[in-house]
């Protein structure tokens, strides 16, 4: 019971700004940037995000970006891609975080809150 409770509540706080009867979408990508460098977001070769330091990025298809699938890379203002892959949607829900010159990934199995992982940027 206390797993449903749980699973409703996180339900509930990513599709906040759902409409009534709304189900999360089936997929998302979240980008977290905990460590610098600032770093540019591309989809399909187009840059959909710039993250500094502490900022994050929800991608969802069907909100202004175009459906699956996606060529996704995390590019270093350098010009140097730290991460590329190419999404399908099939896994579920995925989170990227850079850290530093490293990305580390996470496929969950329920959505979770956008914004949630802290970061230590430097002064």
């Given at each position: 019971?206390?797993?449903f409770?749980?699973?409703?509540v996180?339900?509930?706080m990513?599709c906040?700004?759902?409409?009534p009867?709304q189900?999360?979408?089936?997929f998302y990508?979240?980008?977290s940037d905990?460590?610098?460098?600032?770093?540019?977001?591309?989809?399909n070769?187009?840059?959909v995000g710039?993250?500094?330091?502490?900022?994050?990025v929800r991608l969802?298809p069907?909100?202004a970006?175009?459906?699956l699938?996606?060529d996704v890379s995390i590019?270093?203002?350098?010009?140097t891609?730290?991460?590329?892959?190419?999404?399908?949607?099939?896994?579920g829900?995925?989170?990227?975080?850079?850290l530093g010159d490293?990305?580390?990934m996470q496929?969950?199995?329920?959505?979770?809150p956008?914004?949630f992982l802290?970061g230590t940027?430097p002064?």
């Amino acid at each position: 019971m206390v797993g449903f409770v749980a699973r409703s509540v996180v339900l509930l706080m990513v599709c906040g700004a759902c409409g009534p009867g709304q189900a999360p979408p089936a997929f998302y990508l979240d980008i977290s940037d905990l460590y610098g460098p600032t770093v540019n977001v591309t989809l399909n070769g187009q840059v959909v995000g710039t993250l500094m330091c502490g900022g994050d990025v929800r991608l969802a298809p069907g909100t202004a970006l175009p459906a699956l699938p996606w060529d996704v890379s995390i590019v270093e203002q350098t010009g140097t891609t730290i991460w590329r892959s190419h999404e399908t949607g099939t896994n579920g829900w995925r989170h990227l975080t850079t850290l530093g010159d490293d990305v580390d990934m996470q496929d969950w199995t329920m959505p979770t809150p956008a914004g949630f992982l802290p970061g230590t940027c430097p002064p």
